[in-house]
């Protein structure tokens, strides 16, 4: 039966890095000024301090130079925050809150790699600056008759063979012994366990995070684990991923920059920060639009020329006096894939074709405000592939046309969220169609972002058996099952919007969950986008997209109208967008 060395073999961190050292929290251990750690890697840095053990604050990741933006550093998240877990054991139920005084260790690594084939739960990756974080709980048997206690697992019980069952192990047998009325004895009782590991591991750049390997972004992995030596009837988990309110990021050319002053506290209160137990109905339709432009949003000049960028002139992108501009407060959307969509991957990769939305998604919601909140993924939502699951309204150029979308098992109502600042259209195109209905004064970016996005998908449309990675789990694990979620089968997830720029990620699970089995929690991880994977392919894209033609020379060559022509087309003075939003009025 596996010690606790051997179950942290599992970990992403160990499994790259197997020699990190830890520090030890257990009671044996001083802990003092070393209960806090602070620092970058190569590409990443964050802070963490053994008293707030349940968070990770000021996450920064460095970008590298492209063709669009100079190399600078950007806060990714003000925080992010583990909740307590909660089990159900034999209708007890138990709520484990990751604090000091059940850290036992903090791994630490800053290089390492997992390589093809090594493991069958972790991707290949090369890791930055990362960590593991150790928690150990146990009943505590010398309590008071009828209540329920945590205490922290000893030194020396962690050292046991007998520390956890194998997978699916019999749970052992009540305690019995028979002794005369002359002798004693001892009868050792083994009380409930469970091992808690929050992982905060940050990877290097690749192209492994959407289809065809078209984007290059760095993803990190903020899961939990925890394995129980009893068998669990329930549990309930909450991870919380909150970024600053505005961005950070700078561009080349002139223009205001970045709003500055006080630094944003993490811990300032966030809309919607109420108790939830992870899996109440709601229809996700707040009172809101989601086609409304920003009033009185900071905005920055966002110059960006081609790889040798022309000489100034009148709407050339190298003109300072016309550029694109991002609108700094952060906002955020809900995004479904098709499962019919992957020609126009294909077409995208090809270069035959622009990402239109109304060939890449099934269902979209941007603008999302405070307090929404969807159910994503769940065992309950086993449609069989192929039958249709809800409907999309296309726009064919006089009306919008119903099409049936076929929709995989488990899937919810969304597929990925993504938080970005938005973009405005140069000055002069917003000055000569500056109407209402031309949405040109915030402007979502997708498929793929430019700057500054941290997204996050659970679920991707069916691809090939060339990109498994992008598959979903069955029961086997992991990267199995084309075109399902990314989270375990028998696991609800449900996505609640805290602030305009903070999610919280909540799962829950009321099936019998075996002893000796580790449970994951957030198993897909994030990534913060950088670029397109081939620069060469998005200069393409951004500079020779033709549906542009009708509208002033900037719009040409401009970010800002490449991502208003994937979602809208017009025809005069008349907009429509080719996916009508989710909940809009038909026209």
Sequence with gaps: ????????????????????????????ASRGAGGSTSGTGAFWGWTHAAKQADRVTHVTHRLRETPWFPAQTLPVLDELVWHPIELVHRGAALKLELTEEFLLRRYEASRGSITQGQSSYWIPADIDRSMLLVFGFQVNLRAAPGTVTLEPIPRDVLERDDFMPEPCATPPAPGEMKVKRTETGTLQLIPLRVLVCAE???????????????????????HLMFICNRPLERMAAAISIRRPPVSGMAHPGPGPTPPTGEPHDPHAPHDGHGPHDGHGAHDGH?????????????????DIPPTTPPAPGPGSPGDPNDPDLMVHEMATGFWSDSNVGLVSWQNLANLSGPPLWSSMFSRVRTNVPAGTSYLMASPDLSQDPGKPGFVSR??????????????????????NIHIAPPMKA?????????KPGFHLDSIAMAPFC???????HWRWLPTSDKE???????????????????IPIHQHLRVELESTHAFAYRVHADTVMESGTWQYVLHEGLAHGNSAASETLAQWMHLGLQMLDEWPMPAGKSWAMFYWALRYCRSGDTVRERLLEDGAPVP
């Design 1 to 28: 039966m596996p010690n606790l060395d051997t179950l942290l073999k599992a970990t992403m961190l160990l499994t790259a890095a197997p020699g990190a050292k830890f520090q030890s929290f257990d009671k044996g």
């Design 200 to 222: 905060f591991v940050c990877c290097t750049e690749r192209n492994d995070y959407t289809p065809h390997g078209l984007a290059a972004t760095s993803r990190f992995r903020p």
């Design 286 to 302: 707040g009172a809101h639009d989601g086609h409304g432009a920003h009033d009185g949003h900071v905005m920055h000049a966002m």
């Design 394 to 415: 296309l726009w064919n150029g006089r009306e919008y046309v119903a099409y049936p979308q076929p929709m995989n098992r488990r899937q919810g109502y969304f597929d």
């Design 426 to 434: 140069p000055q002069s195109i917003r000055e000569r169609y500056g």
């Design 450 to 456: 430019i700057h500054d996005c941290l997204h996050m």
């Design 468 to 486: 498994k990675h992008l598959w979903g789990w069955d029961a086997s694990g992991p990267y199995a099952a084309a075109g399902e979620p990314h």
